[in-house]
């Protein structure tokens, strides 16, 4: 096998974090597989709310272990938010008085209906796992959400530690007689396992990529911050050209290599493995033996079908969008498909086009700064930052809510504010205010990854149904909420964005259910690096090309209303100029 220190001596708890579409879950799904090989028992939890480890492994997975077949010894899961915050709500309920009547159940219920509960039952699920609740299993790997998500889960212990022992009465937002202040040890139990680097290992998951080496590189800052010190590098889908005269492997292989020459020395001094890219995808058990194997051979897949690609470019998906003059674009996607570089292009594209634009992100890993590099007339660029958010969402209730109280008054609310869960509702508050703001102008939205942004939405959900209930029915007729400015495709449009790769594509169909379900259309789908018109020659390329091809098709054949394609650069564009490139048609 390839080495990979992670299973030189592993400690009990593996964590695999890093920026979206790296290779996290298939390297967590590798590095299982390995160690159930060697006889040893192991189980497989993906903490991530839009997680593909089923699809990964060709198994049904639910809320509790379930056997991989064809692989003795291995275990997998996902911790589903939806069902462990049902759960969490039933105990609640269940320890209520007697004497509560039927109507206050039903209020305490939409109570516990929004992103918060959602969020504490997760973490709930997450620290059972780490104190204990699956005791017999050797090793316990967690393929995590991407990293934005994945620190603030990290982060909850030492958060709720805190806060529970400065309140002895309970936050508001846990709901009545939650217990969670019961668990403190609990808590305790899980910082101390997180933080023991002889129980504890994380993996850092980069790829040889400028933007997802930044990434890797502050997460290792913030999660030494959390004491979480034992880290690991491992930089996937590293590529070398065997042909010196084709312009496009060559290119690949000096970008890479340019990206980890520029590594920040922090990230430079922890143990690095090099793991190659595939030329095959990454689902089924023999894949997923082949990612660590020596050779890397390819699974046998069967014969590719050859299928032409007719797609029209990003700058025609502007032109539609530009026919109006406002409107929320809502660019929406898996970690590491490109969303932040989609939703720079367009916003760049309708400001050429001479409307006025922002551009924002509700991703706390996003860097569309970054990414804009510049300024252009009509064009305003910023985020949604969850720590400024939340400190003018604590200013705003301290001086409505706390402008009569007197100073012991005062005191609980800060102290009821100072709960982790205060953070969700400052974000829920900001996003709410960018979407109102639509109705004069363009707004352009890069998401956070699939996972994170649906908890979003079942916040602005909660939100609606709670002002409804409280308006029905005299005044519900008049209530615009910021869920049905989302439904109102006059409004608001969807643009999905996925890579053309087997996993990619599912998710991206999976995300356009899950907002159907919501009543919530998507606009179009953006297909973004693809090889297909490269021109490369180089064979594990030409592999990679062929099965690009099975993709589109599949895309076009009734997942998308409107697709448009993106093609690989060498080099992520950059900057207005490189960005109007990709959204205005060529003279």
């Not at 309970?170 to 129980?199: I, N, V, Y």
């Not at 051979?297 to 690609?309: F, L």
């Not at 996993?503 to 159907?516: H, N």
Request: charged content about 25%; overall charge negative.
């Amino acid at each position: 096998m390839l080495r990979f220190r992670a299973l030189d001596a592993p400690t009990p708890f593996l964590f695999f974090t890093g920026k979206g579409g790296v290779g996290k879950t298939s390297l967590a799904c590798a590095t299982a597989l390995a160690l159930a090989d060697r006889g040893l028992r192991v189980l497989l939890v993906s903490t991530d709310p839009a997680s593909n480890l089923d699809e990964m492994l060709e198994v049904g997975l639910t809320d509790s272990p379930v056997p991989v077949p064809n692989a003795a010894g291995l275990f997998a899961m996902n911790i589903d938010p939806e069902a462990a915050a049902e759960s969490y709500r039933a105990r609640v309920l269940d320890q209520l008085e007697p004497t509560v009547t039927d109507q206050e159940r039903s209020t305490i219920r939409e109570q516990l209906s929004g992103a918060c509960t959602t969020e504490i039952a997760a973490f709930d699920e997450f620290v059972g796992l780490l104190d204990g609740d699956r005791a017999g299993y050797d090793h316990i790997i967690f393929d995590t959400a991407p990293t934005g998500h994945t620190l603030r889960l990290l982060s909850l212990p030492k958060a709720w530690t805190g806060f529970l022992e400065d309140n002895d009465r309970g936050a508001s937002c846990l709901g009545p007689h939650s217990g969670l202040k019961m668990q403190e040890d609990r808590f305790r139990q899980a910082l101390q396992a997180l933080g023991d680097p002889r129980r504890t290992t994380v993996v850092l998951v980069t790829r040889a990529d400028r933007g997802a080496i930044r990434e890797a590189a502050r997460t290792s800052r913030e999660l030494d911050a959390l004491n979480l010190s034992n880290q690991t590098l491992a930089v996937n889908g590293r590529f070398h050209a065997t042909d010196p005269a084709d312009a496009v492997a060559v290119g690949l292989e000096r970008e890479q290599d340019e990206a980890l020459a520029t590594m920040p020395e922090s990230l430079g001094k922890l143990p690095r493995d090099e793991i190659p890219l595939l030329g095959f995808d990454i689902v089924g058990l023999a894949a997923l033996r082949a990612v660590l194997s020596p050779s890397n051979a390819r699974p046998s897949t069967g014969d590719q079908i050859v299928v032409s690609v007719d797609l029209q470019g990003l700058d025609r998906l502007v032109d539609e969008i530009a026919q109006g003059n406002s409107g929320l674009i809502m660019i929406m996607g898996k970690g590491g498909v490109g969303k932040t570089t989609v939703a720079a292009a367009v916003a760049v594209g309708l400001a050429k086009r001479g409307h006025a634009v922002h551009l924002s992100t509700t991703d706390p890993a996003a860097h569309v700064t970054d990414v804009v590099d510049g300024a252009m007339p009509g064009l305003t660029v910023d985020r949604i930052d969850p720590r400024r958010e939340t400190e003018r969402y604590v200013a705003k209730i301290l001086a409505s809510r706390g402008s009569d109280l007197d100073e012991q008054g005062k005191a609980l609310l800060l102290e009821d504010l100072a709960s982790p869960c205060t953070e969700e509702v400052a974000v829920f508050h900001a996003f709410s205010h960018i979407v109102a703001e639509a109705r004069s102008a363009f707004v352009v939205l890069d998401t956070a990854p699939t996972g994170h942004s649906l908890l979003l939405l079942d916040a602005t959900g909660a939100y609606h149904r709670q002002m409804t209930s409280q308006l029905a029915p005299s005044g519900a007729g008049r209530l615009i909420t910021p869920l049905m400015r989302l439904q109102d495709s006059s409004y608001t449009r969807v643009i999905l964005v996925t890579l053309p790769e087997t996993t990619p594509v599912s998710e991206a169909a999976a995300l356009q259910e899950d907002l159907r379900r919501a009543n919530i259309e998507p606009f179009g789908w953006v297909i973004n690096k693809c090889l297909v018109a490269s021109g490369t020659r180089d064979p594990l390329l030409q592999a990679r090309i062929a099965r690009e091809r099975t993709q589109i098709a599949r895309v076009q054949a009734g997942l998308a209303k409107r697709a448009f394609i993106m093609g690989w650069r060498s080099k992520p564009p950059v900057g207005i100029e490189e960005l109007e490139a990709l959204s205005t048609p060529r003279s």
